[in-house]
């Protein structure tokens, strides 16, 4: 017992840690508050309530019809709070004012390891406290603030993992994990994966000269990008598995991206094919 409360004293008199518990206590205190000065909500809103209202009283087969490609993660936690009788709009506030209160912790996380300073790391943490869109964004029955929240923990643990030079980070799966509730929330969340990809390619390009070097970047992104996809699937599959009979069409890997990325091949195929034509 006493070497806990000597830990817990030391981590009370740790500056920094003590300058962010302030912050992320003012976080949730300005997002609160803000929560008493909104008096309307937005259509979007009405349709998100609507949809966890259904899927808590009737059936989930049909809960999406209203709108199909919707992610569920932000309606699962509304239907939920639906259930155990708070509301459903109650819910998708407490949901969006704690996901907003804790991205400020998100942002210092990726802030101190990028820039190695705490103060300029707690700098960041206070611009997302107090920044007015943010606060606002974070009172609102919106998937916004739940997406934004998961995102930056996706891409805080990626900057983590992704500079620690061991070809093994359990960093990675923190990564997919929070990339897989990303892309519960918006189909956006997948594009962390393809800034994991960017990220590896462009350091080994910077490392091609060095063949020792090139080889343990290439075995480090084989083996980080692996664990991110294992674990964003994980998270992400069960989900598509359980709405498979419903009405709902969302996918974690939006079908819309994938679209994108065979009519970019095919355009590709189709200018060399032309050029090589040209050149004959």
């Given at each position: 017992?006493?070497?806990s409360?000597?830990?817990?004293?030391?981590?009370?008199?740790?500056?920094?840690?003590?300058?962010?518990?302030?912050?992320?206590?003012?976080?949730l205190?300005?997002?609160?508050?803000?929560?008493?000065l909104?008096?309307?909500?937005?259509?979007?809103?009405?349709?998100?309530?609507?949809?966890?209202?259904?899927?808590?009283?009737?059936?989930?087969?049909?809960?999406?019809?209203?709108?199909?490609?919707?992610?569920?993660?932000?309606i699962?936690?509304?239907?939920?709070?639906?259930?155990?009788?708070?509301?459903?709009r109650?819910?998708?506030?407490?949901?969006?004012?704690?996901?907003g209160?804790?991205?400020?912790l998100?942002?210092?996380?990726?802030?101190?390891?990028?820039f190695?300073?705490?103060?300029l790391?707690?700098l960041?943490?206070?611009?997302?406290?107090?920044?007015?869109f943010?606060i606002?964004?974070?009172?609102d029955?919106?998937r916004?603030?739940?997406?934004m929240?998961?995102?930056a923990?996706?891409?805080?643990?990626?900057?983590?993992?992704?500079t620690?030079?061991?070809?093994?980070?359990?960093?990675w799966?923190?990564?997919?994990?929070?990339?897989?509730?990303?892309a519960?929330?918006?189909s956006?969340?997948?594009?962390?994966?393809?800034?994991?990809?960017?990220?590896?390619?462009?350091?080994?390009?910077?490392?091609?000269?060095?063949?020792?070097?090139f080889?343990?970047?290439l075995?480090?992104?084989?083996?980080?990008?692996?664990i991110?996809i294992?674990?964003?699937?994980?998270?992400?599959?069960?989900?598509?598995?359980?709405?498979?009979?419903?009405?709902?069409?969302?996918?974690?890997?939006?079908?819309?991206?994938?679209?994108?990325?065979?009519?970019?091949?095919?355009?590709?195929?189709d200018?060399?094919?032309r050029?090589?034509?040209?050149?004959?």
């Open positions: 017992m006493a070497f409360i000597e830990k817990i004293s030391s981590l009370v008199n740790n500056r920094p840690i003590a300058c962010l518990f302030l912050i992320l206590a003012l976080s205190t300005l997002r609160v508050s803000r929560c008493f909104t008096g309307r909500i937005d259509k979007d809103s009405v349709m998100y309530i609507a949809i966890a209202k259904g899927m808590a009283h009737d059936d989930l087969k049909y809960a999406f019809e209203i709108n199909p490609r919707i992610p569920p993660l932000y699962f936690g509304m239907s939920a709070g639906e259930k155990i009788g708070i509301g459903a109650v819910a998708g506030i407490i949901i969006s004012v704690i996901a209160s804790l991205l400020p998100a942002l210092f996380m990726a802030a101190l390891k990028i190695k300073d705490y103060k790391a707690l960041s943490a206070l611009m997302a406290t107090v920044h007015p943010l606002r964004m974070s009172a029955i919106m916004d603030s739940l997406f929240s998961a995102f923990f996706s891409f805080a643990f990626a900057v983590i993992a992704g620690d030079k061991r070809i093994l980070s359990w960093y799966a923190l990564s997919g994990f929070f990339a897989g509730l990303a519960m929330t918006r956006e969340g997948v594009e962390v994966l393809f800034a994991i990809i960017i990220w590896f390619g462009v350091e080994g390009l910077l490392k091609i000269s060095k063949f020792r070097e080889r343990n970047i075995l480090r992104a084989a083996v980080s990008i692996s991110f294992v674990v964003f699937g994980i998270t992400t599959l069960p989900v598509e598995y359980a709405l498979r009979d419903s009405s709902s069409e969302w996918h974690a890997m939006d079908r819309r991206v994938v679209g994108y990325l065979e009519n970019f091949f095919r355009k590709q195929r200018v060399l094919v050029s090589g034509g040209d050149q004959e």
